[in-house]
Structures are given as C-alpha cells and as structure tokens.
C-alpha cells in the first residue's frame, strides 16, 4: 500500500532503503540509487504492505462474558442483557477486582494473537473502569503494553453509568476530575465516549469533548450503534478524528463527516456477534468520499474477535468493502483515525518502517482466508517483531 496510482499502491519488483527506522527511498529496483547497505534483506519477491493498524479496541480487560454468549444464543439482545445490569458493567466489576499485574498479563496474550497477524499498532481504550483508580489502572496497563505493536491509548470514561451512582455526579467526576488526573498523568492520546440510548447523551458527552478541547486532546465517539442518535454529527462538530459503528447513521450524519474529515471505523465483529440486521451505509459513505477504517473492536462481550484480517474478511462478507478497501481500512484509513497519518499506514519516503511481510500470492487473500499463518515477518520503526 504505497501512495501510488495502481491497485493497492503496488510496485513491482520494489526496492525499499531504510535508515533510522524510517524509510528513505522506495520504487521499482531498476529506478534504485546505489546505497550503502549496513544489512540487506532478500524478501524473495513476497508481498509487503504497511504493518496492520486496529484503530479499535478494548484489549485490556478483566473476566469475560461467556455467559452472555449463550444468552444471546437463546434470544436476548443487547440491550436486555445490559439493562438486566450485564452488559459493560459485569466488565466493570471484574476489571476493578484485577490486578495491574492481571490486567497486563491477559491483554499480552490477546496482543500477542494480532503482533502475529502483522499488526504493528493498536488502540486501546479504558471504560471498564468507571471511577477514577481503575480509569488510570487500565490506561496504565495499556501503556504498559506498548512495545511489540505501538499503543494509542484513548480515554472512555463515559462507556456506561456505575450501578446505584447518581447519573449527573458520575459525569461531573469523569470530566472534571478523572480526564485530567489520567491526562496530567501522560496516559490519553485520544478521548472517545458512547452516545446511546443505554448509554450517554449528547449533552454529557458535549460536556466531555469540551474538557477534551481545553486539554488538547482530540476525540472520537461510538456512534449510532443502535439508535441514530446524531452521533455520527456530533463528532463531525467537534472534528473528531473518527465516528466508531454508524450501522443507524443517517445521510445528514454522513455529510457532516464528509464535510469535517471524520473517519468512519466500521466493526463487523460486533455486528455479527450482536446479530444485528442494520448494516452501516457504506455505500452512502463511500459515495460521500467518507474514508472507511475496520477494527476488531475486540472486548469481552460484544466482539471477542482476536484477529484484525477476520475483521477484514467481514467487513468484505458482511457489509461489501472490497479487498482493497479493507487493507486500506487496517492501514492508511486506520492511521487517520488514530490521528497518525502523518507517521504510518502507507510506504513512503518519511514514514516509520512498519511493515508486514507475506506469504501470499495477491493482497486479496488478507481478507479472502478467515485465519491462517499468512504472515511471513514483520517490523516496527525498522526492528524487527516477528522474523
């Protein structure tokens, strides 16, 4: 995936010059300068593209919610399950009674299953905390974490209201007391919130994208999941970097993002682990020029998904991207989202050497195979993670 006019950006028979983590020459090999090579590796005509990116997640958790699973076999929704006190907040109570240690050691292992598949950066939220100590506990973990793949972390605090807490005091002490302390603290790149019927309201999370400004922080937001909300032009206001879900976004919704710039990160794995039948519009996105990223969303209840290219294949299955679209929704679209364009997501002269290496015959084949070992190695900023 390079910046040029073919399919998938592809060059043949490519030479790339590397130097201090960073690429400094790319192009066809009989275009290539002489250089003064400290080491050289033979990739044996295989393909290369950006290491992958997950622009969502919620990899650090404690428990699980197998239970709800099978509920959800035998009828309930969603939203039942939550109401019921299921739901994020069953999370809550298993993450606050982990240990950092805990916390670090299960998000390692499902890290572990996407450094793997060539994913080089991932984003990972907090919100299964919802007070103050196991806010910063879970944002520690997550940069705790960062080595194989970079970690972008983003602040959720308004994820879901704590059971028996006054609704407007909880808010009060997510935006007035926690953003800040974790934000004081270097832990948030990113702040996202949840704007859903069982969820926040567009004035709490107004309330907390304002904080977000007055820090410098840039925002996202989970939006029209369930309900259209106005959520996907909430985001388009404040110039969020991305509008996460959008399966009930409306046409007004995606004009607004087209307008601001506003990433659509589409979750398939959450839609087919819910059974849901609304799809997002993908096809009013992309005929409003609005860039389309994919991530696993992976989290313990509504996306047990370990595998960014099962993400990739869905995202082609379910909601009809085409192969291209969805490298270009793990790679360059998915740096956009987390605000990284500038560093990743594309070969080109200037940006961080993170690539991924593979084992196949065309590009296509990272969404057409649901698992398997395609990958054949890969670097992050030049060092090599999986070889």
């Known amino acids: 995936m390079t910046v040029g006019g073919a399919p998938y950006g592809a060059i043949d028979d490519a030479v790339m010059a590397v130097r201090d983590g960073r690429i400094v020459w790319i192009g066809p090999r009989a275009e290539a300068p002489e250089f003064k090579a400290v080491s050289t590796t033979r990739l044996d005509g295989r393909w290369v593209t950006p290491g992958l990116i997950d622009c969502h997640t919620h990899l650090v958790f404690g428990g699980d919610r197998t239970a709800e699973f099978e509920q959800r076999l035998n009828g309930a929704t969603y939203e ?59 944002l520690r973990a997550a940069r705790y974490l960062d080595g194989d793949a970079r970690v972008v972390t983003s602040f959720l605090g308004l ?39 069982i969820a926040f309201t567009t004035a709490e999370v107004s309330r907390l994208f304002d904080k ?18 106005g959520g996907a032009a909430l985001a388009a206001f404040y110039g969020a970097l991305s509008a996460d879900h959008l399966e009930f976004t409306s ?48 989290n313990p209840g509504t996306s047990p998904m370990l595998s960014l290219r099962a993400a990739m294949n869905l995202a082609c299955s379910q909601f009809r991207l085409t192969p291209e679209e969805a490298l270009a929704g793990v790679t360059c679209v998915a740096a956009k989202a987390l605000g990284l364009a500038a560093e990743t997501g594309t070969l080109e002269v200037g940006k961080l050497a993170d690539l991924a290496v593979w084992d196949i015959e065309r590009p296509a084949e990272l969404s057409y195979w649901l698992g398997g070992g395609l990958l054949h190695r890969s670097w992050r900023a030049g060092v090599p993670v999986v070889a």
Request: charged share 20%; hydrophobic share 50%; glycine share 10%.
């Open 251 to 298: 046409q007004a919704g995606i004009d607004a993002m087209a307008r601001a710039g506003t990433v659509a990160v589409l979750l398939p794995g959450a839609f087919v682990a819910l059974a849901e039948t609304q799809k997002p519009p993908v096809a009013a996105l992309r005929a409003a020029g609005v860039p389309m990223a994919v991530a696993s969303d992976c």
């Open 212 to 229: 977000a400004a007055s820090l410098g922080l840039p925002v996202r937001l989970h939006a029209d999941q369930l309900s259209d909300g």
């Open 80 to 138: 039942e399950i939550a109401r019921a006190g299921g739901g994020i907040r069953s999370s809550v109570a298993a993450t606050r009674a982990a240990t950092d240690a805990g916390l670090i050691r299960t998000a390692r292992k499902r890290l572990a299953s996407f450094v793997a598949e060539g994913v080089t950066t991932i984003e990972i939220k907090s919100g299964y905390g919802l007070d103050l100590e196991t806010e910063l506990k879970m």
């Open 159 to 197: 994820h879901a209201v704590p059971k028996d807490q006054d609704r407007d005091a909880y808010v009060a002490m997510i935006v007035d007391e926690a953003l800040p302390a974790a934000h004081a603290a270097g832990l948030v790149d990113i702040v996202d919130g949840y704007l859903e019927g």
